[in-house]
């Protein structure tokens, strides 16, 4: 059982780039799917997440109207697609994972019980 983050990469300021996180061993039926990012020197941030079951998503402040999740339908990615790049939207993003988390918990770190290793994201000129 293992989550797998992926795409991250070097971008200037304003472009895109697609976060995949997948997941080998299980589905994500029934699962709640965080993306988290950390900053050096940073605390870890949360910053966008989905059910699974209901489809309900929630996005941070700092990413809402530039960042898309989203997920396949054979249930075994989630991606992050994220526009209009700043930054200071560089970082290592983590993917994380737990079955049957209330969508209103899907901020909290501890919370999780898979964790991707991490894809870095830089985003400069």
């Known amino acids: 059982v293992q989550l797998q983050a992926s795409g991250g990469g070097l971008v200037q300021p304003g472009g895109s780039l697609r976060l995949s996180c997948t997941a080998f061993?299980?589905?994500?039926?029934?699962?709640?799917v965080g993306w988290f990012r950390q900053a050096p020197g940073k605390e870890r941030e949360w910053v966008s997440c989905?059910?699974?079951?209901?489809?309900?998503?929630y996005y941070s402040d700092s990413v809402k109207g530039r960042f898309t999740i989203s997920r396949d339908n054979a249930k075994t990615t989630e991606y992050l697609q994220m526009n209009s790049l700043k930054p200071e939207d560089t970082a290592r993003y983590f993917c994380?994972?737990?079955?049957?988390?209330?969508?209103?918990?899907?901020?909290?770190?501890?919370?999780?019980?898979?964790w991707g290793q991490g894809t870095l994201v830089t985003v400069s000129s």
């Open positions: 994380a994972a737990r079955w049957g988390m209330k969508i209103r918990d899907c901020t909290t770190t501890k919370l999780y019980d898979y």
């Open positions: 061993g299980f589905t994500l039926d029934d699962y709640v």
């Open positions: 989905i059910s699974s079951t209901t489809g309900t998503i």
